[in-house]
């Protein structure tokens, strides 16, 4: 006979999890599928409060102040001593050396004031957490400065040396300049000196000042020349300056203005002791001293 079927018993409920287990797993579980952090050696990790976010990002016109919050979470079993600061962008944090108990979130609200000079764009930068070992993390930030962009420069005092061209680029404007260059010179005879558009190493900041110099050391040796610059940039940018040099071989002048002026004295000497040779003396008169 067939064996008596049993009566169906209560589900079987899965093993239950230690509630300190769980607590402890949670965390670790967080961080594994959370929003990307930048962590320490030291066991602690640093992110952007709230939403998930794996920068900071920031949006206003010139003179704004924003505000935001970083979290230093440490998961280990010791303290850490931090340090915050802002690298590329000016932070102001409300603490910015910490020290965080084992297992403990610390969050800290900063700021960051867009310069009242600075110009529409993008800019980035990072906040950076050092601990007492010389361990850090970053975390980026990404700015955005709102307000029309102009794009001008100015050339200014020009000036010709003994074999280069000095001047000065003012950016004017409220937009990052790369500018280009291009030098040209007319002396009386024709041109003397033209040098193509380039682009000049250099970046300008809205405001920024930049001392420059070009080189010319195959300058004319006697001509008077006509020289100028022409510095363009994107977005519109363009200006241009005029100054005027006169090249004299001063050696050669010098030593040809001697020799005139040594002849110039024979001459005159050879003159004047002839008028003496043949001048009558005067009866009774006798010389007083050497000629003149």
């Known amino acids: 006979m067939p064996p008596a079927a049993r009566a169906p018993g209560p589900p079987r409920r899965p093993p239950r999890t230690p509630f300190a287990l769980i607590a402890l797993l949670l965390p670790l579980t967080l961080l594994a599928v959370g929003p ?7 066991g602690w990790v640093v992110a952007p409060v709230g939403g998930g976010r794996p920068a900071f990002y920031a949006e206003g016109t010139a003179g704004t102040v924003l505000r ?3 979290a230093v979470t440490n998961s280990g079993r010791t303290p850490v001593t931090v340090r915050l600061r802002g690298d590329g962008v000016p ?29 529409p764009g993008d800019r980035t930068g990072a906040i950076v957490v050092r601990d007492a070992h010389g361990r850090t993390a970053t975390v980026p930030v990404r700015l955005r400065v709102g307000g029309p962009a102009l794009a001008a420069l100015t050339v200014e005092h020009l000036a010709v040396g003994a074999d280069r061209i000095t001047y000065e ?25 033209d040098r193509a558009p380039r682009t000049l190493p250099v970046r300008l900041p809205p405001g920024a000042r930049r ?13 008077e020349v006509r020289v100028r610059l022409t510095v363009t ?30 002849g110039a004295a024979v001459l005159l000497g050879r003159r004047r002791g002839h008028r003496a040779r043949t001048a009558p003396r005067s009866a009774g008169a006798e010389p007083t001293g050497a000629v003149s």
């Open 36 to 42: 990307a952090v930048a962590v320490g050696a030291g």
């Open 68 to 70: 935001d919050t970083v």
């Open 91 to 119: 932070a102001v944090f409300a603490r910015s050396d910490l020290r965080i108990p084992a297992r403990t979130r610390a969050e800290v609200p900063f700021t960051v004031t867009v310069p009242p000079d600075a110009g």
């Open 169 to 193: 680029l003012v950016n004017r404007g409220t937009t990052v300049l790369v500018p280009r260059l291009s030098v040209r010179a007319d002396g009386v005879f024709g041109r003397v000196l």
């Open 211 to 223: 001392t420059l110099s070009e080189p010319w050391a195959g300058r004319p040796v006697l001509d």
């Open 233 to 262: 940039a994107a977005g519109g940018a363009r200006d241009t300056a005029d100054t005027s040099a006169a090249f004299v071989p001063w050696g050669a002048v010098t030593g040809g203005s001697a020799a005139l002026a040594a």
